[in-house]
Nanobody, 119 residues
Framework: VQLVESGGAMVRPGGSLRLSCVASGFPFTTYAMSWVRQTPGKEPEWVSTIGSHATNTHYADSVKGRFTISRDNTKNTLSLQMDSLISDDTALYYC?????????????WGQGTQVTVLS
């Protein structure tokens, strides 16, 4: 299993970024996927989840209305469109795979992509 994130960058408050995660080594359409973020010294924070066929999406209150999760099962790609970025969004963002069946347990993580919102 491989999850490779990209798209992180430095951006000014109010700006936008689009993160991508390319998955390989497993049947992508079988698994729910999430984005999780972490800042140094803090516990990981769940950001958003999308069901295996994109029929269900969920967002943390802190990003609701600003972030949009999506997936392209033909390209084994997970995305996170982030708009109206604020300094609290600064973090290392991970693409994570749920265990089979969609339970709220993650079994594989990517290496992360850094998002920095300049203050």
């Amino acid at each position: 299993v491989q999850l490779v994130e990209s798209g992180g960058a430095m951006v000014r408050p109010g700006g936008s970024l689009r993160l991508s995660c390319v998955a390989s080594g497993f049947p992508f359409t079988t698994y729910a996927m999430s984005w999780v973020r972490q800042t140094p010294g803090k516990e990981p924070e769940w950001v958003s989840t999308i069901g295996s066929h994109a029929t269900n999406t969920h967002y943390a209150d802190s990003v609701k209305g600003r972030f949009t999760i999506s997936r392209d099962n033909t390209k084994n790609t997970l995305s996170l469109q982030m708009d109206s970025l604020i300094s609290d969004d600064t973090a290392l963002y991970y693409c994570v795979r749920h265990i089979e069946g969609g339970a709220w347990v993650f079994d594989y993580w990517g290496q992360g992509t850094q998002v920095t919102v300049l203050s």
